[in-house]
Nanobody
Framework: QVQLVESGGGLVQPGGSLRLSCAASGFTFSSYAMSWYRQAPGKERELVATVTAAGGLTNYADSVKGRFTISRDNAKNTVYLQMNSLKPEDTAVYYC?????????WGQGTQVTVSS
């Protein structure tokens, strides 16, 4: 069965860094675009970053450009989100998503809290 399992979240001080991972199984990972979304309390889920299936193209929300980097390792069926210079407003549950045409899969999310 399809699984997307996020890890790497936690509590970090402002200015710190975290690396999120999303391990995929049950589908052809290398054929799917992968994205990270986040949802803060009381807010809608928003797109953070996307990487194409082959990994050649990436796209970022303006709020994270220059601070976050999305990457993927198709040999390990894993997508990553390197988050640097974290701010309190980055606090949210972070989800990974796999998409190919009408097929969309979501992970269960991992909490990131940025606080002193």
């Amino acid at each position: 069965q399809v699984q997307l399992v996020e890890s790497g979240g936690g509590l970090v001080q402002p200015g710190g860094s975290l690396r999120l991972s999303c391990a995929a199984s049950g589908f052809t990972f290398s054929s799917y675009a992968m994205s990270w979304y986040r949802q803060a309390p009381g807010k809608e889920r928003e797109l953070v970053a996307t990487v194409t299936a082959a990994g050649g193209l990436t796209n970022y929300a303006d709020s994270v450009k220059g601070r976050f980097t999305i990457s993927r390792d198709n040999a390990k069926n894993t997508v990553y989100l390197q988050m640097n210079s974290l701010k309190p407003e980055d606090t949210a549950v972070y989800y990974c998503k796999a998409a190919r045409g009408f097929r969309v899969y979501w992970g269960q999310g991992t909490q990131v809290t940025v606080s002193s």
